[in-house]
């Protein structure tokens, strides 16, 4: 009986905290034609944003090979807004640390990693928002670049 008990508390304790958080409001990843992005190759999401209210995170998202051969990426981000206004972005993410060892999450020979943006943004219009991801390093063709990603959740209020 006792265990029956704390096994329906846990659950509920479960339930709750898994519950609270951050709302997903858009996921995408794309696919980058034969794992060599293209200098010129731009990685376009739309999304629609109907919240100007609460705040959001925004989040990025680069899968590449275990053979990918830089510790780092850069990316240039253009976002236009429902005005058709842009801005535009030069962003850094690490892949691997001073010593070479991948930061992400690694299945097989993938590693998945996910950096934060923009943190607590308020989205000003409602409609739909572009973003168009580049690849901004000096090599016109980068291999073993698989996927890259968009992510906007909502916060806590």
């Not at 943006?117 to 698989?146: C, E």
């Amino acid at each position: 009986m006792r265990t029956s008990i704390y096994i329906t508390i846990i659950a509920y304790l479960y339930l709750a905290l898994t519950s609270c958080g951050n709302k997903q409001v858009y996921s995408q990843y794309n696919s980058i034609n034969d794992h060599t992005w293209q200098v010129d190759s731009l990685a376009n999401f739309t999304f629609t944003i109907t919240d100007t209210v609460n705040k959001h995170n925004v989040l990025l998202g680069v899968r590449n090979g275990t053979e990918y051969s830089y510790s780092n990426i850069f990316l240039f981000v253009k976002t236009t807004f429902p005005n058709k206004k842009t801005i535009n972005d030069t962003v850094e993410i690490l892949l691997a640390n001073t010593q070479g060892k991948w930061l992400g999450k690694t299945v097989n020979n993938i590693i998945d990693n996910q950096i934060l943006y923009k943190r607590g943004i308020l989205f000003p219009l409602k409609g739909n928002y572009t973003m168009s991801v580049q690849q901004g390093m000096r090599d016109a063709k980068l291999a073993q670049v698989f996927d890259v990603g968009v992510t906007i959740n909502q916060t806590e209020k």
